[in-house]
């Protein structure tokens, strides 16, 4: 399987059914993406595929063969991506287990609507944060839709 991860080319000699989850954090060694529910639900490992969020847990590396892929690493080698400048900002997380799924999709929604209303985010987070700091969330995403 080969695809693009981060930008650079990536190849996975494996069972192609394995999530890609397993394959961003055992194969190539990222470990920002999280594990966990292991059935899609609660967004922790979400990452872009060709710019649109995914949860990984699910999707099989066979799904992204020939495309790219771009985890919490990729977004910004140096944390100066809008959205983790208004994470910041706006002091988002607590126990940050789920932050950078919450960040791959508020970085996806952005690139959709460039200043979403609170029903378009509603529609498109749907993450879960343990902390329950969704309306710090909100607010950081209404900060990084201004920068």
Known sequence: ??????GRPFEFDGDTETPLLW??????RLTGTK????????G???VHLEGAAMRSCVLPVSAVEGKAVTTIEGLSP???HPVQRAWIQKDVPQCGYCQSGMVMATAALLAQHKAPTDAQID????NLC???????IREAIHAAAEQ
């Open 123 to 126: 529609q498109a987070i749907t």
């Open 35 to 42: 594990y966990g529910c292991g059935i899609g639900a609660c």
């Open 23 to 28: 394959v961003i954090r055992d194969a190539a």
């Open 78 to 80: 140096d944390r100066s």
């Open 1 to 6: 399987m080969r695809f693009t991860l981060n």
């Open 130 to 136: 343990r902390c329950a700091t969704y309306q710090r």
């Open 44 to 46: 922790a490992c979400t």
